[in-house]
C-alpha cells in the first residue's frame, strides 16, 4: 500500500456541529386589542363595572352622624363601619370577614368557574375601564392597530396623548379615594390641595401609579402571571363545574361554510375567529380549558352573534360542564347537577359561619376595658394603715354617644377602689384612669392574688365588662 493510501485511511473525518439554537426562557409581549362586543355577558360585566364603583368611589362620602360611614382611622385606631365602632381587639371581626370572602370564593369557583375573575376583580373591573377610554379616543380595534403600526403623525400624538391623560387622571382619583378609606376623604382632599401630607400623598401616588401599570399595560400578564388565583383554581374546579367551553363535536371540522357545507362534512365553526377577537387574555377557547381564561363569556356572545347569522341553533361555545358536554346532557340536568355534596357543603359552612358572624356582631358588648399595673409603684402603704397598688385602667366608648361609666373591684376581702369609680367618656373614643385599690394592712397573706375590675355603663346603652387582674402584697 503506498503512502498516501495509508494517509487517506487514518485520517479521520470529524462531523461539524450545527450551530447552538438560542431559545428564550420568556415569552415576548404580544399587546391584545379586544373587539367590542355586545351581548348577555357583555351587559353583565358593564353591570359590575357601574356596581362596583358606583360603591368603591361613592362609599367614602357618605356620613353616619358626624363621621364618615367607612373609614379605617389608623391613626386613631378606630374603624368605623356603618352603625359599628370597632377597636383593634375586635381584630377577630377582620378574621371572620376575611374567611366568609374565602368561602364565597371557593363557593362561586366551586360552581361556575372564575365568576369573581371575569366580572368582579378589580383588575379586570380598571382593565375594561382603561380599555373603554382606549376605545372612546383611539377607536375600534381595527383602527387602534392601524394606529399603532403607524408612524408618529399630529393624530396619533394627540390621541395617544389624550388617551394617558385620561387613564392617569382616572388612576390618581382612584388612589385618592382608597385613601380616603383610612384617611377621612374631605380633610385629605384639603391636604392634598394645599400639598400638606407627605405620607398621604406618597400612598394616593402609589395606589395611582398601581392602577396605571396594572390597568393600562400589564392587564392580562397579571391574570397570567401574578394572581395565585389562576394557578390553583384547577383544585377547585370537577367536571361538574360551569365552565366556558366550546363543543368540538358540534363545531369540527371548523372552516369556512358554502352551500354545500353539510356535504363537505364541515362543523359549525366557520373559523371566524371573533372568539379570540373580543378574548381579553387573547386565547382560544376552541383549544380547551387553559388557566388564563377568566371566564368572561364574551366569547359566547360573539359566537351566539355568528351563529345568529348564518343561521345555525346558539350555543356552540356556551356555558357547561364536562361531564354536561360529554354526555350531551340538558341545561336543566347540567343545574341539577351543580348542587353536589361539595356545594352544598361549602354552602352549610359558609351558612353557619354569616350566622355567627352577625349573632356575635348583635351581641357585641359597645365597652372595651384594658387593666395595666402602674410599675413604678407596685404596692406601697398609705396613711390610715392601709395598702395600696395603682392600675391604670383603658376604657374604650364603641357608642356613638357620651358615657359614664362606675368603676368597681373585686376579689379580696376589704378591697375598695380609693379613686374617682366614676368615668366619662365621649363617644367612639377612648380614655386612660389612674385606679387605685386598697385593702387593710396585714387582711391578706403576702404575694399576688387574683381580683377582678368591673366597670359598667350607666347610660341607655347598658354595658358591663369584668377584667382580671392581680393585687400585690409584699413580704
Not at 373609614?71 to 365602632?85: E, I, K, Q, S, T
Not at 382619583?173 to 385613601?179: L, N
Not at 400612598?203 to 396605571?212: E, I
Request: contains cysteine; proline residues 4%; hydrophobic residues 45%.
Amino acid at each position: 500500500m503506498s503512502h498516501p493510501e495509508r494517509a487517506a485511511r487514518s485520517r479521520k473525518v470529524i462531523p461539524i456541529a450545527p450551530a447552538p439554537e438560542t431559545v428564550s426562557l420568556y415569552e415576548a409581549r404580544r399587546k391584545i386589542h379586544p373587539r367590542s362586543i355586545r351581548g348577555v355577558f357583555a351587559r353583565w360585566r358593564w353591570l359590575m363595572v357601574w356596581a362596583t364603583q358606583v360603591l368603591f368611589y361613592g362609599l367614602p362620602w357618605l356620613e353616619w352622624g358626624q363621621r364618615q360611614m367607612v373609614l379605617f382611622d389608623l391613626g386613631a385606631r378606630r374603624f368605623y363601619l356603618f352603625g359599628l365602632v370597632l377597636y383593634p381587639q375586635d381584630f377577630i371581626y377582620l378574621t371572620g370577614l376575611l374567611v366568609i370572602s374565602a368561602l364565597v370564593l371557593f363557593l362561586f369557583t366551586a360552581v361556575a368557574g372564575r365568576l369573581w375573575c371575569g366580572f368582579a376583580c378589580p383588575q379586570t373591573v380598571y382593565t375594561e375601564i382603561f380599555l373603554w377610554i382606549e376605545h372612546r379616543i383611539e377607536g375600534d380595534r381595527s383602527a387602534r392597530l392601524r394606529l399603532d403600526a403607524s408612524g408618529w403623525t399630529g393624530e396619533k400624538l394627540w390621541k395617544k396623548t389624550a388617551k394617558q391623560g385620561a387613564w392617569i387622571a382616572v388612576s390618581l382619583w382612584t388612589g385618592f379615594t382608597f385613601v380616603g378609606y383610612f384617611v377621612p376623604i374631605r380633610a385629605l382632599g384639603g391636604e392634598l390641595l394645599a400639598l400638606q401630607g407627605s405620607w398621604q400623598i406618597f400612598w394616593v401616588l402609589f395606589y395611582g401609579l398601581a392602577t396605571y401599570g396594572n390597568a393600562g399595560f400589564l392587564r392580562e400578564q397579571v391574570c397570567r402571571y401574578m394572581c395565585p388565583y389562576a394557578r390553583f383554581q384547577s383544585a377547585m374546579f370537577d367536571k361538574d363545574t360551569l365552565i366556558v367551553t366550546y363543543d368540538a363535536q358540534r363545531g369540527e371540522p371548523r372552516g369556512a361554510r358554502g352551500k354545500n357545507a353539510a356535504e363537505q362534512g364541515l362543523g359549525d365553526c366557520i373559523d371566524c375567529t371573533l372568539c379570540v377577537q373580543v378574548c381579553p387574555a387573547g386565547i382560544d377557547i376552541r383549544d380547551g380549558l387553559q388557566y388564563e381564561c377568566i371566564g368572561c363569556g364574551l366569547c359566547i356572545d360573539a359566537c351566539n352573534g355568528v351563529m345568529n347569522k348564518v343561521g345555525l341553533p346558539r350555543g356552540l361555545i356556551r356555558l357547561a360542564t364536562t361531564h354536561g358536554l360529554q354526555g350531551r346532557w340538558s341545561s336543566a340536568r347540567m343545574l341539577r347537577r351543580v348542587l353536589r355534596p361539595r356545594v352544598l357543603g361549602y354552602g352549610a359552612v359558609l351558612l353557619g359561619l354569616s350566622a355567627a358572624m352577625v349573632a356575635s356582631l348583635s351581641l357585641r358588648t359597645p365597652l372595651k376595658v384594658d387593666v395595666v399595673r402602674d410599675r413604678a409603684a407596685l404596692s406601697r402603704i398609705v396613711a390610715g394603715g392601709q395598702l395600696e397598688n395603682i392600675y391604670r385602667l383603658q376604657i374604650m366608648n364603641a357608642t356613638e354617644a357620651v358615657q359614664t361609666y362606675r368603676i368597681g373591684a373585686q376579689g379580696m376581702e376589704g378591697i375598695a377602689v380609693a379613686s374617682d369609680t366614676y368615668v366619662e367618656v365621649g363617644p367612639a373614643a377612648s380614655r386612660w384612669v389612674a385606679v387605685r385599690l386598697r385593702i387593710p394592712y396585714g387582711s391578706a397573706g403576702a404575694g399576688s392574688h387574683p381580683v377582678r375590675f368591673e366597670v359598667e355603663s350607666l347610660g341607655a346603652a347598658r354595658a358591663r365588662v369584668v377584667e382580671k387582674s392581680v393585687f400585690l402584697v409584699p413580704r
